[in-house]
């Protein structure tokens, strides 16, 4: 997946849409990562740190677990590693 926009810094925008579960969508949330939302203290920074990690790169989207508000929640995976480690 290409990661094409950052919404905040859990959350974020792929193409082409993923399918899970007989759905699909193109919003992801990093599963076990709770990042402020952009409006409160470090929210701002949070995203800067996604963005610089993910926009504009391929992505493997793995492990799956539940979709919330319209997201697939999942392990992101960069050049074959976990991101998640990378962001907290």
Known sequence: FNVKNVIDGDTFEVSPNWQWN???GN??????????E???IGGQSAKKKLSA????KTIDLRNAVDISYGR???DVYLNGKNILPMLQ
Do not use: K, M, W
Not at 27 to 36: E, G, S
Not at 53 to 56: A, K, V
């Open 22 to 24: 007989g759905q699909s």
């Open 27 to 36: 919003r992801v949330r990093i599963a076990n990562l709770d990042a402020p």
């Open 38 to 40: 952009l409006d409160q």
């Open 53 to 56: 990690l993910i926009l504009s």
């Open 72 to 74: 697939l929640v999942c």
